[in-house]
């Protein structure tokens, strides 16, 4: 029979603070295969690391192959390897939630293709996210500065402003142009467009997002206008021409003014800290939430969430949320990325970092089935801390669930104005 704890934490509503989710059109007209939605999200890196080769992966998610059965068996050996990871236990919820498949196989996925149909019809994504996975609401970052009232369940999916490439340095200034009206020639003009795009955005947008540490150091060094200046006259006459110190240069001035505006309009700043997605690539020097520090000492009346705890830099994600009050921490992905390490990491928070700055779960994926599953698991992962918490006395039942109301949803309704979000959702509902 389940503890009071464990049914607590699987029936709250569980807010996601961190997603990719694609729009209900490209869901119902373009979304994914069978194979996809099993496959389509973080472990196709694991398979790829487990020895099946990137070209048997990339037939895997090949939607317009029909050979179900072979584009599985090709990836099926590595899939046995990674099948207990964090990422493939993830695709063995999805297989068993949505297809009622327990043992994944060439002949129990060509079973389930009759259900995968029912899954792509309009209205599905926001059943299996709001009443299936019982999510509270879902902040997406479509990679898009402008942000719209999604009519699919405005008062539901809420976005993020993209900030990503001003702080590489490289800012897309015709599109900038064409969303502001603003056209940029100098530092001040620049000013101006970022304003608008504010202006235009904060009171849909639930937050701002930057995930430069796939671009750059997450190192910053406050920049004046009379270095930044140049730099972006010489990107005007010609984006090819900076160095790498250049865009740093420009990158560092353009998050200072994101984080300015993000503390005007109120709104937290998200920032991608530790683990990349996909692999072979990731230098793990530079992805250390630790080289923020200047950044939030610089900048105290900003709220900025730090992804991914930091992994595997989790030590130094602690001592952030403990030192720093404008820091908050958030578990997005890393149920995932490695369940045991997140669960002692919540833990550790929950003996050094006070209990307001955390928030459990983010399933930082494409499509609705994945974070179906993302939210499954952390629900279990979780549910094992906080008991493992009771267990050795640390905690009683009664200040577990407290706290798990806490990282389930009361925190990310505070940092994240939710209720006068969903407010403003309704009106534009009504609106619309």
Not at 120 to 125: A, Y
Not at 294 to 320: K, Q
Request: charged share 25%.
């Amino acid at each position: 029979m389940p503890t009071a704890l464990a049914h607590f934490i699987q029936t709250t509503p569980l807010c996601s603070s961190h997603e990719h989710l694609r729009s209900e059109t490209n869901y119902v007209e373009n979304g994914p295969d069978l194979l996809q939605n099993l496959f389509d999200n973080y472990v196709s890196a694991d398979l790829v690391v487990a020895g099946a080769g990137q070209t048997a992966v990339d037939r895997l998610l090949n939607a317009a192959d029909p050979d179900v059965r072979g584009r599985f068996t090709s990836v099926e050996r590595a899939w046995q390897r990674v099948r207990h990871t964090g990422y493939g236990e993830a695709v063995r919820i999805i297989a068993r939630e949505l297809y009622a498949i327990e043992e994944i196989s060439a002949d129990s996925l060509e079973a389930a293709l009759p259900l995968h149909n029912a899954l792509r019809q309009p209205g599905q994504r926001l059943h299996i996210l709001r009443e299936r996975a019982n999510l509270d609401h879902v902040q997406t970052d479509d990679f898009v500065r402008p942000c719209h009232v999604d009519l699919s369940g405005p008062d539901f999916f809420f976005f993020d402003i993209s900030w990503r490439k001003f702080v590489k340095g490289e800012p897309d200034l015709a599109e900038l142009a064409v969303e502001t009206g603003v056209t940029v020639h100098n530092l001040a003009t620049l000013r101006q467009a970022m304003q608008a795009v504010f202006a235009q955005n904060a009171a849909v947008a639930v937050a701002v997002k930057a995930q430069h540490a796939y671009d750059r150091t997450l190192l910053w060094r406050e920049r004046s206008d009379a270095e930044a200046a140049p730099v972006l006259d010489a990107y005007l006459r010609n984006p090819e021409s900076l160095s790498d110190e250049d865009r740093l240069c420009l990158g560092d001035w353009s998050l200072a003014r994101g984080v300015e505006l993000a503390i005007e309009y109120d709104l937290p700043f998200k920032i991608h800290t530790g683990y990349y997605a996909g692999h072979s690539w990731m230098p793990v020097d530079r992805i250390k939430p630790g080289h923020l520090c200047s950044l939030l000492r610089h900048y105290r009346d900003a709220r900025f969430v730090l992804m991914h705890i930091g992994y595997p830099y989790n030590d130094e994600m602690v001592a952030l949320a403990k030192h720093y009050p404008n820091v908050y921490v958030d578990f997005c992905w890393a149920w995932s990325i490695d369940p045991f390490s997140t669960g002692n990491f919540l833990r550790q928070c929950i003996h050094a970092a006070p209990s307001h700055k955390l928030f459990v779960f983010g399933g930082d994926t494409l499509w609705p089935g994945a974070s179906l599953a993302y939210a499954n698991q952390t629900r279990r992962w979780l549910t094992r801390a906080l008991q493992a918490e009771v267990t050795d006395g640390f905690l009683s039942e009664a200040e577990a669930i407290a706290l798990a109301g806490r990282f389930m949803r009361e925190n990310q309704y505070d940092c994240f104005r939710i209720e006068a979000k969903k407010r403003a959702a309704g009106g534009s509902k009504v609106a619309g």
